[in-house]
């Protein structure tokens, strides 16, 4: 409960709502941002994520594969892509050598394979689709979640089919899955500043929805903290929650969780953009909270965020911290994000979690509750191949 005493005004209001369970609109939200204090917002949203999921924090146990860093777009956040033009520059990774990497992963208990990269050209919709089926062919139990909006767009538009065949053709190859990049903001004002060329808005959220027509479950993105305004936050999450009203209620497909991504500035276009306080992204994820009341998980993406802010984080509405990941390339690291070539054992993630005083759970994709390490000691973790 949240000592209501001395609140006075609309935030007393929105703190009502809150409380009641109710859903605040767009202005609430903008008063949450504005107004509202960091311990405000933060036992708010905390007070949410303790009625949605107690003390649980899920983590899933995971491995990135970038299939290339070669792209046709120019986003100028992105520190990561190598333009086609200078594709001697990247790398594209063969249908066998991402085999391999899912290989290098047998007989360890990772649920999840992670697919994004940058969109080439020549990786067309055949070739992911042969991917698909052939990891699935190696490891069927191994849960696919590939490609952003902005891949699967282009190489299906590409290909000739409309999403909806691409999409289907692509899951009944084995994709199980979506990621949620690419979201970027999607409020044209701003979209058309920093990455005017991929897919826009309808478009992102349109191969959502097909996804979730067919069943399938996704993520949701916003990178935050560059040249947006609030409004144009809280348009980017309105956009999200009405899609998940309409998708949702069938009780199959949808939005799993929403991860707002803090923007890195080294070594890309906008560089001379200062990075978000600390403040500001706890404040971040705490409006996100409360204010995607249809969105079951808030993600603190760790290797984005820090390991220590994304520990932080779980106070202020999230629940998940993602996972082990084990990427051993570099599209986080050249964002400058904290990690390079990111990877955390589950001991770690556990450690992390329990120093919060909040329960660490392993998941699956789909947060099917794999394992709870609550009374699970970290030595013994560490000491069993099965467990780290
Ligand atoms: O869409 C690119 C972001 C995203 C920068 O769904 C940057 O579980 C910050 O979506 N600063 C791709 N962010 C990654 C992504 C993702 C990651 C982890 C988990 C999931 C999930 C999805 O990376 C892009 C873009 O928003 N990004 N450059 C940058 N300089
Ligand atoms: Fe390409 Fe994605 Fe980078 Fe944009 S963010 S340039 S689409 S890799």
Request: glycine share 8%.
């Amino acid at each position: 409960m949240i000592n209501l005493e001395g609140l006075t005004g609309d935030l007393k209001l929105v703190a009502e709502k809150v409380m009641e369970g109710n859903r605040i609109s767009d202005e609430d939200a903008l008063l949450l941002f504005e107004k509202g204090s960091l311990a405000f917002a933060g036992s708010l949203a905390n007070m949410v994520r303790e009625r949605l999921h107690g003390d649980t924090t899920y983590f899933n146990r995971n491995f990135h594969i970038e299939p290339t860093n070669v792209c046709v777009f120019s986003c100028n956040f992105c520190s990561y892509s190598r333009l086609y033009a200078h594709r001697d520059e990247g790398w594209e990774l063969t249908m066998e050598q991402m085999l391999d990497m899912v290989k290098k992963y047998d007989g360890k208990a990772v649920t999840e394979v992670h697919i994004v990269g940058g969109v080439h050209p020549k990786m067309n919709l055949e070739f992911f689709a042969e991917l698909m089926r052939k990891i699935k062919a190696h490891r069927p139990e191994l849960h696919i979640k590939g490609f952003t909006a902005v891949e699967l767009d282009y190489m299906i538009r590409k290909a000739g089919k409309t999403i909806e065949e691409g999409m289907k053709y692509l899951h009944e190859a084995g994709l199980d899955s979506l990621p949620g990049g690419g979201a970027e903001i999607f409020h044209p004002e701003i979209r058309e500043q920093i990455c005017a060329d991929k897919v826009d808005a309808d478009g992102w959220l349109l191969i959502h929805q097909t996804a979730h027509r067919l069943g399938m479950y996704s993520n949701a993105t916003m990178l935050y903290g560059h040249i947006e305004k609030y409004t144009h936050r809280i348009d980017h999450m309105r956009r999200l929650r009405d899609l998940q009203d309409i998708t949702s209620p069938n009780g199959s497909g949808g939005f799993n969780t929403f991860i707002p991504l803090k923007f890195r500035n080294k070594d890309n276009d906008m560089s001379h953009v200062a990075e978000s306080t600390i403040t500001e992204d706890m404040k971040m994820y705490a409006v996100a909270r409360i204010y995607l009341d249809n969105f079951p998980h808030i993600k603190a993406y760790w290797p984005m965020l820090g390991r220590q802010s994304a520990q932080l984080s779980l106070s202020f509405g999230v629940n998940d911290i993602d996972g082990t990941i084990d990427d051993t390339t570099r599209i986080y690291s050249m964002a400058g994000a904290e990690e390079q070539n990111p990877s955390m054992t589950t001991a770690q993630l556990v450690t992390l979690i329990k120093q919060a005083k909040r329960k660490p759970v392993e998941r699956g994709t789909l947060y099917n509750v794999i394992r709870d390490y609550s009374d699970i000691d970290v030595k013994e973790i560490e000491m069993n191949p099965l467990l780290n």
